[in-house]
C-alpha cells in the first residue's frame, strides 16, 4: 500500500512540474550603442510607440511603471533596461539613447521595440513568468494620468520629461 501510494505520488508530481512551462532565458543584451554611463546600474526603459508609452502595471500596487529594475550586479546599465524589460513584458527591446538618471541612481534609456508593433494594440497580456509581478502591459499617454497612479508619484514630471526626448520612429525589424 505505502509503495502504491509512493508511486502515485511520484507521478502527480512529475505531471504537476514536468508539463509546465519554464521561463525562458534572457535574450542576448541589444544596445544600439553604448552611450554613457555604462556603469553597472539599476535602469529601465522609455518605449515611445505611437505618441503613447509602453507601462506595465505591477500586481502589489496595481499603479503604472516603466519595465526596469535591479541590476545583477555584473551588467551594464543598458543590459540591465535590457534584461529587465524582457522579464516583465517579454519584449527583446533594443537598448539605444540614454535620457537620464534619478537621485537614485537609476538610468533610464530610449528603448525600441522589435517586430510589427504599430500602436493598434494597446494590451499585451504579461508572459507567464512575470505574472506574480507584473499584471499587465499597456499604452499609455503619461500626460492623461495623475501621480497617483503611477507607482512612485514624485517622478511623473522626469517621466515626461525623457519621454519627450525619445525619437518616435517605428520599431526595428525582427
Wanted: net charge negative; with cysteine.
Amino acid at each position: 500500500m505505502i509503495k502504491r501510494l509512493a508511486v502515485y505520488l511520484s507521478i502527480s508530481v512529475f505531471g504537476l512540474t514536468g508539463c509546465s512551462e519554464p521561463a525562458p532565458s534572457d535574450p542576448a543584451c541589444r544596445v544600439k550603442e553604448h552611450t554613457l554611463p555604462s556603469k553597472i546600474s539599476n535602469a529601465a526603459c522609455i518605449i515611445r510607440l505611437d505618441g503613447q508609452l509602453l507601462s506595465v502595471t505591477h500586481r502589489l500596487s496595481n499603479k503604472f511603471d516603466l519595465p526596469g529594475g535591479t541590476s545583477d550586479g555584473s551588467e551594464s546599465a543598458q543590459c540591465t533596461a535590457h534584461r529587465e524589460t524582457w522579464e516583465e513584458t517579454g519584449f527583446n527591446v533594443e537598448v539605444g539613447q540614454w535620457l537620464g538618471e534619478n537621485d537614485n541612481g537609476m538610468q533610464y534609456f530610449a528603448c525600441k521595440l522589435a517586430g510589427n508593433f504599430d500602436g493598434s494594440l494597446t494590451e499585451f497580456a504579461p508572459p507567464n513568468w512575470s505574472n506574480t509581478e507584473i499584471s499587465s502591459i499597456q499604452l499609455i499617454d503619461p500626460f492623461a494620468i495623475s501621480d497617483k497612479q503611477w507607482r512612485f508619484p514624485d517622478r511623473l514630471i522626469e517621466l515626461r520629461d525623457m519621454f519627450n526626448q525619445v525619437d518616435e520612429s517605428k520599431p526595428q525589424p525582427k
